[in-house]
């Protein structure tokens, strides 16, 4: 018996079909290569890639290193910019106002007053006794001073503050002058 291997007795390899004693593996591995070359891809080495043209970028070739407009971003920042390109800005700064209130003047004042309006930088509060809307109007000042630090300058300009309101006799548009009805009580 001599060293050579014995005579295949299938197709030929690369034919596509795989030899009866050939390996599987292999002839789907030559098919594969053979459809990429009909489609153009070809075959290359690891060392002679080639970085696809930026028009083979943008149709899903990949990128190149760095950013692209394609890689993850952060929710946060696509937020900011949907708030920027829709002109949110006013009323996202108000909102910020009221929602972070306790944070931003302390749990003392928060608890004896609530933010009820931000328009055109004047902030209106709502003081649950008059002795706070009269305290409150000393420490305008520095409230709007501490919003200014926290949120930025411009944001709240005045404080104007009430005290409580007390509830109205008031049902509809029309109204008789008089006493109302307080008179029949007794």
Known sequence: MSGEPPPASGPPPGSGRPSPTGDL???AFDAARQAARRRGAGSTSAGSR????????QKGGYSAAGPDE???RH???LVRGLITDRGWNST???ASVVSR???LVGTEIASRCRPESLEDGELVLAAESTAWATQLRMLA??????IA???GAGVVTRIRVHGPVTPTWRKGPLRIVGRGPRDTYG
Request: overall charge positive.
């Open 70 to 72: 394609r890689d993850p």
């Open 92 to 94: 996202v700064t108000a």
């Open 25 to 27: 593996g292999r002839a």
């Open 50 to 57: 080639r970085r696809p043209t930026s028009d083979a970028a």
């Open 149 to 151: 630090a926290e949120l």
């Open 141 to 146: 000042p520095k409230l709007v001073g501490r």
């Open 75 to 77: 929710v946060r920042d």
């Open 101 to 103: 209130w306790e944070a």
